[in-house]
């Protein structure tokens, strides 16, 4: 996939790697639709980009990924404001397991829902062109993360999410391509982090969780996700970890 001109759907958009992913993406010549609950910060960040790569390349969308029709209406939008969508990256997480329900429907819900309007606005079967979701997993993914483990039960689900929809059955009807990309710990991580557990006693757990990764810039990740979004195999699963490149890493399952 040539990114030029394409257009990009980004939830968690207005901060941090999701704002990185809507820069990386402008830089390869494509459109992005900014969507986030933080109307100030996503405007904000909608301007700045504007500025910088065109007004006319650059939307934002509030979206909150726990309402379904405001998730709808987003897609709605960027149908009416670029004719299209090529791309969808369901980025939006919260990571604090104080606040765990809205962790589980952000984080997995929110992809689940994301997945399922991609897929809608997106497929051939309805229309559309075809496509390819980046499903935005974790290193916890494959690597369980014990001072936040229901943080981790939302991102070991999406790659079963990732793998199912991506599997051949869903992609010959609908031409959408569905990818997980684990990041490994990412540098706006160290900060605050303590706030996220439940215990004080999952700091100790967070050390043993993060001994021997080194944080990653969310410049890097954003370069790394671009030949994945370009060629990856839809239903493929691909971890960012240590700064080194995009690895496809295998799916365990039980032969029956």
């Excluded at 390869?28 to 790569?53: N, P, Y």
């Excluded at 605050?192 to 990764?213: C, T």
Aim: glycine share 8%; with cysteine.
């Amino acid at each position: 996939m040539d990114l030029t001109d394409k257009v990009a759907l980004v939830t968690g958009a207005a901060t941090g790697l999701g704002r990185t992913f809507c820069e990386e993406i402008l830089r390869h010549g494509g459109k992005v639709s900014i969507c986030d609950l933080d109307s100030d910060a996503g405007e904000h960040t909608a301007d700045e980009l504007g500025q910088t790569f065109g007004k006319e390349r650059v939307l934002f969308c509030h979206c909150d990924v726990t309402d379904y029709s405001q998730y709808e209406e987003a897609f709605q939008t960027t149908m009416t404001e670029f004719d299209n969508i090529h791309i969808v990256i369901n980025n939006a997480e919260i990571w604090n397991d104080k606040f765990w329900e809205l962790e589980v429907d952000v984080n997995l819900n929110g992809t689940i829902r994301g997945t399922l309007l991609a897929q809608r606005f997106m497929g051939r079967n309805n229309g559309g062109s075809g496509g390819v979701v980046i499903n935005i997993g974790s290193v916890t993914s494959v690597r369980p993360q014990i001072s936040t483990p229901i943080y981790s039960a939302t991102k070991h689900a999406i790659l079963a999410l990732s793998r199912s929809c991506g599997d051949a059955y869903h992609y010959n009807l609908t031409g959408v391509r569905v990818i997980a990309v684990c990041p490994a710990l990412l540098e706006n991580a160290m900060t605050s982090h303590s706030k996220r557990f439940k215990s004080p006693n999952h700091e100790k757990a967070w050390q043993l969780d993060v001994k021997g990764l080194m944080p990653q810039k969310l410049e890097h990740v954003a370069k790394c996700v671009i030949p994945v979004i370009k060629d990856a195999a839809s239903g493929s699963i691909w971890l960012i970890a240590n700064g080194k490149s995009a690895k496809e890493i295998p799916y365990s399952a039980v032969q029956l």
